[in-house]
């Protein structure tokens, strides 16, 4: 079991940018495949990237594809989301999670998951 602190979060005009850290603990980092999901109001939970444990392997959503980046520094136990070219539609809670496998783009094969990070993004 890992434990997962996102932060980065925020108010962003549409065209901006913003960065999302996720921070891990009590578990071997190295170990885990990451991802990141995202929620928006009234909608499910979801897929937004993942990596693998060497970070040498990314997968992205269609929706992020070109935009978004998934990097992770498994010295810092940290895996990061730059996020580029924000649309309104990227509002939403984002999530970092763990994982054993990847790629996994489905939130039921992640066990570990943070508090989640507002990301706002205005017209």
């Known amino acids: 079991q890992v434990q997962l602190v996102e932060s980065g979060g925020g108010l962003v005009q549409a065209g901006g940018s913003l960065r999302l850290s996720c921070v891990a603990s009590g578990g071997t980092f190295s170990s885990y495949a990451m991802g990141w999901f995202r929620q928006a109001p009234r909608k499910e939970r979801e897929f937004v990237a993942c990596i693998s444990w060497s970070g040498t392997h990314t997968t992205y959503a269609d929706s992020v594809k070109g935009r978004f980046t998934i990097s992770r520094d498994n010295a810092k136990n940290t895996v990061t989301l730059q996020m580029n070219s924000l649309k309104p539609e990227d509002t939403a809670v984002y999530y970092c999670?763990?994982?054993?496998?990847?790629?996994?783009?489905?939130?039921?094969?992640?066990?570990?998951w943070g508090q989640g990070t507002q990301v706002t993004v205005s017209s």
């Open positions: 999670a763990a994982t054993r496998y990847y790629p996994r783009d489905n939130d039921k094969d992640y066990a570990d």
